[in-house]
């Protein structure tokens, strides 16, 4: 008999470190790749592994977000199969959630409706391909209350992550550790340690069990990472998924085990950089496991103009559907659809989103630009950075940031 499993994403996540991205929309509802938004690629990963009733619990800002999951991930009712954003309902009160933990206890009528015997349990902004199945059936083989997908990392960067430490097994976890700096390495590989990846599998009474103790404890940040994994780490109830050995159809030994949180502006940029080598570290274009999306129904890109150097063209780039690129040059850039860019203008290393115009002669650096932003002719961005500086927002690793809207200056 198939087990019966539900899928619960986090996307309620509010993203201060990616502002001005955030000024408008949740963390999750931001676009990424030119046509999609981060949401879509933990959703393809359960559509794409067969788990197709998933509850999404959102909170902040989550307009653009509820409004693409509408308009994109439509299931087959006929099979009783849904993808639905949940927000915080107050069914316990006039409170929002609290932490992750406590979104799911106020959620719990949603497990409770489904009655599944295993509940996936995801976070909603990392970029990655997995395969789910896989590490929800290693966790129903260890007999544990909850499976913790781990990532190695060095052990030199082990005070950047969540650590899970693991016994002499190398799977039951005996400690997970936020940012530890006396970090131990792992029973096979001594200069490296498992970094949680914010992904978890839960026997489904245990998790109810769990967050339903953990919302009676007033010193408790309602936090799964921080509060319910650690309380069964110390029951001896918690096993770690190795995400190395996850094997997703069509991966290529480059982007094999492929990982990003994109929780700032510059792993934001990198992430987006990562898309557009010749041999990309992480491949879009792996057909046995799609990334699905909406993106509307533009026409296709188009390149205009073709003499002296009035020239139509891209370089090591991304271009989506409703491009024109009319007598400009675009190197190592991903443009999203319904961008113009425009005769003489230079885009260069950037993300430009959905609707942007560039203006003539107008020069574009290492720079994101957020929806429908208006470049007038001969604007130079990420040219000179102190400029840059008193008038947009710049990264620590000197990436410029012009939020939705932002008007450009001369």
Known sequence: M???????????GEGKRLM????????????????????????????NAGYLK??????????????????????????????????????????W?????????????????????????????????????????????SGAAVTVAGIRQPLSMADQFGVIDVGADGKKISAFREKPRDAQGLPDSPDEVYASMGNYVFTARALCEAVTADAQNPDS???????????LVERGEANVYDFRDNDVPGSTERDLGYWRDVGTL??????????????????????????FTNYGSWPPAKFVHGY????????????????VVSGALVERSIISPNVRVNSWAHVEGSVLMEGVSVGRRSVIRNAIIDKNVIIPEGAQIGVDLDRDRKLYTVSDSGVVVIGKGQKVEL
């Open 308 to 323: 002296d150097d009035r020239q139509g063209r891209a370089i090591e780039s991304m271009i989506s559907p409703g491009v």
């Open 97 to 141: 959630f609290a932490g992750s933990a406590d979104a799911i206890y106020q959620s719990l009528n949603l497990i409770n409706d489904e009655s599944p015997d295993y509940v996936i349990v995801f976070g909603a902004d990392h970029i990655y391909r997995m395969d789910p199945k896989q590490m929800v059936n290693d966790h129903i083989a």
């Open 221 to 231: 940040k309602h936090d799964m990472g921080g509060n319910i994994i650690p309380m």
């Open 20 to 47: 001005p991205l955030t000024a408008d929309r949740a963390k999750p509802g931001v676009p990424f790749g030119g046509i999609y938004r981060m949401i879509d690629f933990v959703l393809s990963n359960l559509a």
């Open 266 to 291: 510059d792993s934001f940029y990198e992430a987006h950089m990562d898309l557009i080598a010749t041999l990309p570290i992480f491949n879009l274009y792996n057909h046995e496991w799609p990334i």
């Open 2 to 12: 198939a087990v019966k499993v539900l899928a619960i994403v986090l996307a309620g």
């Open 54 to 95: 998933i509850v999404v619990l959102t909170q902040y800002k989550s307009h653009s977000l509820d409004r693409h999951i509408s308009k994109t991930w439509r299931m087959s009712t006929l099979l009783g199969n849904y993808v639905t954003p949940v927000p915080a309902q107050q069914r316990l009160g006039p409170r």
